[in-house]
T-cell receptor, first 113, second 110 residues
Framework: ETGVTQSPTHLIKTRGQQVTLRCSSQ?????VSWYQQALGQGPQFIFQ???????GRGNFPPRFSGLQFPNYSSELNVNALELDDSALYLC????????????FGPGTRLTVT | RKEVEQDPGPFNVPEGATVAFNCTYS??????FFWYRQDCRKEPKLLMS???SGNEDGRFTAQLNRASQYISLLIRDSKLSDSATYLC???????????FGAGTRLAVHP
C-alpha cells in the first residue's frame, strides 16, 4: 500500500450540493495532487498543493477548490455539483513539487444524481 | 488533439502471449514518461518508467521513440494477473502534473 488514505470511499450527492473530500498524504510527503477520473477515461489533473499553497491548476472551474493543512493532508471542495462531476477522485502525494513519482490513494467515488 | 493518446482496446490475449501497446504524445518538449497499471475500480500504480534507451523489468519492456513521439509497452508471456488497464503517462514538470492517456484495456484469458 502507498500510505495515502482518502475519505469517504463512496459518496452520493444531489445536483447543486457541495462536497468535501479528504486525503492524508504519505509520511514525509509535502505535496498533494488531485485528479478526477471519469468512467472510461484517464485521470485528469485538478490542482496541486505544496506546503499549503496551490501550485498548479488544471482546466477545472473555480467551484473546484482545495486546501492543504500544516500536516500536509488536503481537502478537495466542489460547490454547485453537476451531473458530470460524477467520477473517481484521486489524490496523490509526492516528496516535492517537482517529483514525478506520485503515490495514489484508493480514491473517492462520487455520484451526483 | 489529446496530449497523450492510446488505443483503448480491449486487447484479448491467451495466457503466454506477447502483447504490445503504443501511445503517442503531442508535446515534443516532454521529458518524462511512465506506464501505470490500473485494476478495475482501483487507483493507478506506477508500473515502470520509460527511457529512450529502453527499460526492461522482467516480462515488461518499455521504449520511448522521441523522433516519432511514441511510447511502447511490451508484455511477454502474459499472465491472467496482467489483466488490467495500462495508462500511458507524461510528466509535465512545468505544471507539476501527470498527464494520462485514456488507457488500454488488457484481458488475458486461459
Amino acid at each position: 500500500e502507498t500510505g495515502v488514505t482518502q475519505s469517504p470511499t463512496h459518496l452520493i450527492k444531489t445536483r447543486g450540493q457541495q462536497v468535501t473530500l479528504r486525503c492524508s498524504s504519505q509520511s514525509g510527503h509535502n505535496t498533494v495532487s488531485w485528479y478526477q477520473q471519469a468512467l472510461g477515461q484517464g485521470p485528469q489533473f485538478i490542482f496541486q498543493y505544496y506546503r499549503e499553497e496551490e501550485n498548479g491548476r488544471g482546466n477545472f472551474p473555480p467551484r473546484f477548490s482545495g486546501l492543504q493543512f500544516p500536516n500536509y493532508s488536503s481537502e478537495l471542495n466542489v460547490n454547485a455539483l453537476e451531473l458530470d462531476d460524477s467520477a473517481l477522485y484521486l489524490c496523490a502525494s509526492s516528496l516535492g513539487q517537482g517529483d514525478y513519482e506520485q503515490y495514489f490513494g484508493p480514491g473517492t467515488r462520487l455520484t451526483v444524481t | 488533439r489529446k496530449e497523450v493518446e492510446q488505443d483503448p482496446g480491449p486487447f484479448n490475449v491467451p495466457e503466454g502471449a506477447t502483447v504490445a501497446f503504443n501511445c503517442t504524445y503531442s508535446n515534443s518538449a516532454s521529458q518524462s514518461f511512465f506506464w501505470y497499471r490500473q485494476d478495475c475500480r482501483k487507483e493507478p500504480k506506477l508500473l515502470m518508467s520509460v527511457y529512450s534507451s529502453g527499460n526492461e523489468d522482467g516480462r515488461f519492456t518499455a521504449q520511448l521513440n522521441r523522433a516519432s513521439q511514441y511510447i511502447s509497452l511490451l508484455i511477454r508471456d502474459s499472465k491472467l494477473s496482467d489483466s488490467a488497464t495500462y495508462l500511458c503517462v507524461r510528466f509535465s514538470g512545468g505544471y507539476n502534473k501527470l498527464i494520462f492517456g485514456a488507457g488500454t484495456r488488457l484481458a488475458v484469458h486461459p
